[in-house]
Antibody
Framework: EVQLLESGGGLVQPGGSLRLSCAVS????????MTWARQAPGKGLEWVSV????????YYADSVKGRFTISRDNSKNTLYLQMNSLRAEDTAVYYC??????????????WGQGTLVTVSS | EIVLTQSPGTLSLSPGERATLFCRAS???????LAWYQQKPGQAPRLLIY???SRATGTPDRFSGSGSGTDFTLTISRLEPEDFAVYYC?????????FGGGTKVEIK
């Protein structure tokens, strides 16, 4: 059974940093691209970042470029999102998701349950 | 960046009725790399359709996707009580992945 479990969310002040983790099981992690998406309270889905299976290729939404960094540790079956210079508008539930292939041009076939990040003073 | 516009914003229908949801892209979606997701309150999204028309594992056959280029459609042939939810389209044909704003299908 494919499982994705996010952790690391919480309350952080504007300008602060947070690192999210997504521990996966039930599939060969190193064979699939992974992604982060978010959903602000009461709003729609917003794609944040994607990383290829090897970790060599990464892409970001303009809203987070230069502030967020996606990475992965294939030996630990874990995906990360380092978030710096956080703003109030980054407040959202953050989801990690598995893509259907090793490359970034694929659909999101499995999702975690999400972790809430709140940016507030 | 490809902008996806979903319509209508809200669809009010009764169980047993047919639902038709639209997703229009600001430019052609490469290889028809267009997916549809269903999200219920308090839950993560769930993949329904990929490649514009292929049903994901476990997707009931009352859900169908169609379209190409810039115009895509999700059809639910006969609404079941569990189908009332928010639906999002998403393109994955470019390196900047994007979602549409969503269509809420509510009980009339």
């Amino acid at each position: 059974e494919v499982q994705l479990l996010e952790s690391g969310g919480g309350l952080v002040q504007p300008g602060g940093s947070l690192r999210l983790s997504c521990a996966v099981s039930g599939f060969t992690f190193s064979s699939y691209a992974m992604t982060w998406a978010r959903q602000a309270p009461g709003k729609g889905l917003e794609w944040v970042s994607v990383i290829s299976s090897s970790g060599v290729s990464t892409y970001y939404a303009d809203s987070v470029k230069g502030r967020f960094t996606i990475s992965r540790d294939n030996s630990k079956n874990t995906l990360y999102l380092q978030m710096n210079s956080l703003r109030a508008e980054d407040t959202a539930v953050y989801y990690c998701a598995k893509l259907g292939s090793s490359w970034i041009n694929s659909y999101f076939d499995y999702w975690g349950q999400g972790t809430l990040v709140t940016v507030s003073s | 960046e490809i902008v996806l516009t979903q319509s209508p914003g809200t669809l009010s229908l009764s169980p047993g009725e047919r639902a038709t949801l639209f997703c229009r892209a600001s430019q052609s979606v490469s290889s028809n790399y267009l997916a549809w997701y269903q999200q219920k309150p308090g839950q993560a999204p769930r993949l329904l359709i990929y490649g514009a028309s292929s049903r994901a594992t476990g997707t009931p056959d009352r859900f169908s996707g169609s379209g190409s280029g810039t115009d895509f459609t999700l059809t639910i042939s006969r609404l079941e009580p569990e189908d009332f939810a928010v639906y999002y389209c998403q393109q994955y044909g470019s390196s900047m992945l994007t979602f549409g704003g969503g269509t809420k299908v509510e009980i009339k």
